[in-house]
Structures are given as structure tokens and as C-alpha cells.
């Protein structure tokens, strides 16, 4: 990707349905709203995390706020979602889905893709940290935003695809409840963050001339 192309990248990935290089925000939750239109929102905000991973991959020249912002969307948002399905959707599913909806071997993918996802982002940890100091990423920095990227849409493909309409479907009110009330009070009290998370976004980001400060 050329400088110019760089600079031009705010434009609407047709594909992804993302603007590009624009800011990513979760979605704000409140008591009474549905739990699965939350996680079709949060989930839009992962698929501009793709673009945005992809976008410092192919960068050639510093851009410490587009790290910065990936690290805070890996090291804070993604977590906390990856919560809310785990701890909160998926055992409800489980215990609502017949044995037509097959969903055992589902959810034991998409746990075990959380796995993979968490352990990938903490690798990416510290080169995404030197990025936000100013450092342009290094070959392998680049494969790997790539990777974890694409493996995000292909997750994010079959949750949408399969699991949503099915908690759609299965889930009572009161399930869509309890999980929108678990899904808060996250929120208001997030689970404490891995240590070199932490120290990653403590670091103050320089500002070099012509980027806004």
C-alpha cells in the first residue's frame, strides 16, 4: 500500500462493510436492550479491528494511533466480549439448543478459536506497543496482523451465521435478560487485564509532526 493510498484509507471497504482507519467503539450496553443485537454490534466493531489490523500491515510509515487503537480493541474490548459468549451466550445456547441445532461441536470450535485468538494477541503485544511508540511493524509483525485478522472474519462468519439466529431462536426472555444484565455488569466492572496489556497501554504514544494531537 502506497503512502498516498495510506492516507486515502477512510473509505468504505465494500466487503468488510467497514470504513477503514476509522475509530472502532463497543457498542454502549443498557439493561433493556436485546443481548444479541449487542453481540451483532460488538461483532461489527471486530470487523473494523480486522481492517484495522490489516491496514498497519500493509503500512509504510509510522501510525502510532491506529496501534494504539488495536491494542486497546485486543487488550480491553475483544476480552470482554469473548466473556460475554463464553460465560454468558454459550451456556445458555447449550442448555436450549436440541439435539437437531447439533451445537456441541460448534461451540467447542469457537471456544478453542478464542484460545487461539487470546494466545496470538498476547504474542502481538509487544511489537503492537513499539508500533505505538512510532516503530513501523517488521515482516513477521505484519504476517502475524494478517493472520489473526482473517482467522477473526472466519470466526466471526460462523457466529453470525449459525450462533446468533440460533440464540435468537432458542434463548427465552428471560435467558435475553439475565445475559444483558451479565453483559453490564462487565462493564461496569471489567475483569482485570493481562499484566503486559497493561504496561502496553501505559506507554505513552509519541506524536510525531503532521499527526493530530
Known sequence: MSDETLKQATHLDRQSGTIRGARAAPPRLGRADCPIEAIYEAHLNQRQLCADMELLAS???ASPELARRILVNLCRDLPVHFADEEEGLFPRLRARARPEDDLDRSLARLAREHEIAQSAVMLLVPALACMA?????????RSALRRLAAAERS???VENAILLPLARLR???????ALMAEMCARREHPPGMDPACS???ARRAPHPAGERQ
Not at 511508540?133 to 509483525?141: C, F, K, M, R, V
Open 59 to 61: 503500512t509504510t510509515r
Open 155 to 157: 470466526h466471526l462468519i
Open 171 to 177: 434463548l427465552t426472555a428471560d435467558d435475553k435478560r
Open 133 to 141: 511508540d512510532g516503530s513501523l511493524p517488521a515482516p513477521e509483525d
Open 199 to 201: 504496561r502496553a497501554l
